[in-house]
């Protein structure tokens, strides 16, 4: 009896060991895996460009008199308006230059009327023949002579007020103030080299930026017009990445290109205005021009659907019984994560999407098809 149950034991442990043994050599399915089917859409790249930021008119602030700097009314970065203060020159000298060139005048006008009260009693005396003419004509050049003298006092007290007013700077434009070259004490002067501040208006900015010779033709063969008026007016709106890669929330509009290339750089300039109505820009900020262009029936790969091996980019094709294989891409282009390819892939082949890290050069998968709208940004448009 026990060596019957000993050889039941024995069996099922042998048949135990077999099904596992056939469970081991099992292989497993093919992993499932979302694959997509290429297609060309629409998209919209950008060209950047460094770009450096100025207000609109920069104005230096200069001294038009010599003195000391008696007061300074703002401080470096203030935002200030037409005809406000900003600094003060001791006006002492310049008083008294008014105040002597305004007595000048009353004694012009004194003579003046001296002359007068002299050709008056003349006039009658010759009259009569009581005196020679002579003497009322020398007494007429006097008063002629008075008269100019008293024209010179005036045009002097004008000079003299117009000087002292230079004592006074006020803002020429509405702006900001930037760095203040000098402290309140200074001795000053119209010779000196640096400007006392320089104010940016900047209700609207100018962002100026380059292209070399090369990038300028391929431009404009891509913008619509005969001439380079034309062209220009045809320039899409451009916008402003900032320091911190943010966009400026104002789109931009390029207005002038320099008339020549720059022969030391072999560039030419451009200019794009932009509105900054809440005065976030400031004038010397840097930044990048950007450009769109709208690009049609491009072949399109998302993003996440491919990965990198030393600096090439490759996908997983899906071919004949479901076998993948890896193909290196050429990418011209990149938009809304995704690429623009023009070799390696062609329209309407069948790429592995997702799990890529598992894959691996006549691997087996059971694929699992998604739309390639619904891979693709919103923002690119099917054709």
Known sequence: MNKLKNYAAYGLFLYLVS????????????????????????????????????????????????????????EDGAYVTKGQPLFRINSSEYG?????????????????????????????????????????????????EAEAAYQRAVSDKRSADI??????????????????????GSLIGKGELEPLTVLSEVNDVHAYFSMSEAE????????????????????????????????????????????????????????????????????????KIRIPFAQQNKLLVPEEATYELQDKVYVFAVGDSNKVVSREISIKGKSNGNYIVDKG?????????????????????TPQRISFDSVLNTTVAKQ
């Open 216 to 287: 300028f033709y391929s431009f404009f063969a891509n913008i619509e017009g005969k001439t380079a008026a034309e062209k220009i007016a045809h320039i899409p709106a451009v916008e402003l990445k900032l320091a911190d890669n943010s966009i400026y929330h104002t789109k931009g509009k390029v207005e002038l290109v320099q008339g020549q290339f720059d022969r030391s750089s072999g560039s030419i300039a451009f200019r794009a205005v932009f509105a900054n109505q809440d005065r976030l820009l400031r004038s010397g900020i840097t930044g």
């Open 163 to 184: 000087t002292l007013g230079y004592t006074l700077i006020t803002a020429p434009v509405n702006g900001y103030v930037g760095h203040i070259n000098f402290k309140q």
């Open 96 to 144: 008294q230059y008014s105040n002597t060139a305004a007595a000048n005048i009353q004694s012009a006008n004194g003579a003046v009327e001296k002359a007068k009260v002299e050709v008056e009693r003349l006039q009658p005396l010759v009259a009569n023949k009581v005196i020679a003419e002579v003497q009322l004509k020398t007494a007429l050049a006097n008063l002629h």
């Open 345 to 365: 892939v062609e329209n309407g082949e069948t790429i592995v999407f997702s799990g890529l890290q598992r894959l691996r050069d006549g691997a087996v998968i």
């Open 19 to 74: 099904c596992a043994s056939n469970a081991m050599n099992t292989p497993p399915p093919p992993p499932a895996l979302p694959v997509v089917k290429l297609d060309t859409g629409s998209v919209i790249t950008w060209q950047e460009y460094p770009a450096n930021v100025q207000g609109t008119t920069n104005v230096d602030i200069r001294p038009q008199v010599s003195g000391y700097l008696e007061k300074i009314y703002v």
